[in-house]
């Protein structure tokens, strides 16, 4: 069996450093030890540019250096990504750019290395074929996405975008919404497939399944088993004299779309759900802070805006107010008003960091949306959830 394990590895810039630092400790430096102890081993890892810039502003220097070098070693690929996770389907092609060319710059100060890499991450798997074509534009070759993305059965996990012309990576979806690992020792083809594909969120690793028996490392230690990055996958399917890459036409979806939401129009409905009224009103005021980056590119307080910016339309701010229970997946249930509140107060205080009297009427605007949105959540709160 040939295992391609892609790894999402991000925390919000906005959130508190404790909850980093567990991260850290329970997953974070237990895949870079167990990578360093079986250099057999090789992943595809995205590190978000937001975590890279806490982890260096905390001092976590050890592990940085440890990180660049199996990275400079060939055992970890770095894929490119946007720096502080915004769901870039819904968000301006402006800001896509500035954030995946913002990431390259955050990689470069943190890790010391300068990368170009072939492959791309989009925040919570959420395609669209025109962010497709931006990636395609900055020099990215492929992307990796979830399996529902398609509802014909391609020959393998290969295919190529008939949109952009990306390469895309169809992740097993069943397989990924497990541990891995498990899989792995239960079968030797596990996937029935001579390739096994899975993507997940890093912290799975120790902070979300307590790996009891310490199976991930039972793994590293087999002999029949190949782990490839996800470019060498490529390389060698591509290498193969009877391949032939079906070229499809695939629908907007995130790693957590149905087809339920697919078909009805609402791939991203856990950021954007047209009956959730927190949704609508922070998409509001997203929009609003969002259109004012190029009317105050020259306001003093530019910079704070951006800081700001960011952190606010970060996907966070609207995943945990789609209220989902992920229990059967290792996750939690998506509803956190504290989360909420913070993105929000960050896109208020980009609205409020900018200095120019003109920005007055947008000011305003802004705060009716500020003021509404946190009446509902707390009326939401205590209504439903609390004592729940």
């Known amino acids: 069996m040939q295992w391609i394990n892609f790894l999402h590895f991000y925390q919000p810039a906005n959130t508190d450093y404790y909850i980093i630092k567990e991260a850290l400790d329970k997953s974070y430096w237990r895949l870079v030890r167990l990578m360093e102890e079986h250099p057999n081993l090789r992943m595809t890892w995205n590190v978000s540019g937001c975590l890279l810039e806490r982890l260096y502003d905390a001092q976590e220097f050890n592990f940085l250096e440890r990180l660049a070098a199996l990275i400079k070693n060939g055992q970890i690929e770095l894929t ?19 954030q995946i060319e913002a990431n390259l710059k955050i990689v470069k100060k943190t890790l010391g290395i300068k990368i170009k890499p072939a492959g791309f991450f989009l925040p919570e798997m959420a395609y669209s074929p025109k962010v497709a074509e931006v990636i395609k534009s900055l020099g990215y070759e ?86 490839l990055t996800i470019s060498e996958a490529i390389k060698e399917l591509e290498k193969g004299e009877s391949f032939v890459i079906d070229s499809l036409k695939l629908s907007p979806c995130s790693w957590d779309s149905t087809r339920t939401d697919i078909e009805n129009g609402e791939p991203f409905k856990l950021w954007k759900d047209k009956n959730n009224v927190i949704h609508r009103d922070l998409w509001r005021l997203a929009n609003l802070a969002l259109s004012l980056d190029e009317l105050f590119a020259k306001d003093i307080n530019y910079e704070w805006y951006r800081w700001h910016l960011v952190r606010g339309v970060a996907s966070c701010t609207f995943w945990w ?4 229970d992920f229990s059967n997946v290792f996750g939690p249930y998506a509803w956190n008003p504290d989360i909420i509140e913070r993105g929000l107060e960050d896109m208020i205080r980009a609205v409020r960091s900018l200095n120019d009297k003109k920005s007055k009427k947008y000011k305003l605007e802004a705060e009716n949306y500020y003021l509404k949105i946190k009446k509902n959540i707390w009326q939401r709160h205590w209504n439903k959830h609390w004592q729940n």
């Open 80 to 98: 490119g990504t946007a720096a502080y996770h915004g769901l870039l389907p819904l968000l301006p092609r402006e800001e896509v750019v500035r």
């Open 142 to 227: 492929w992307i990796i996405i979830d399996e529902v993305a398609t509802e014909v059965k391609p020959r393998s996990f290969l295919v190529k975008d008939k949109i952009s012309g990306l390469k895309v990576v169809l992740r097993n979806r069943k397989l990924s919404q497990t541990y891995p690992p498990t899989q792995i020792l239960k079968s030797k083809s596990a996937s029935g497939q001579d390739f096994m594909i899975t993507a997940t969120d890093a912290e799975l690793y120790g902070l979300r399944h307590q790996d009891q028996t310490a199976e991930m490392e039972k793994v590293g230690k087999l002999k029949d088993l190949k782990t």
């Open 321 to 324: 107010a789609s209220e989902y």
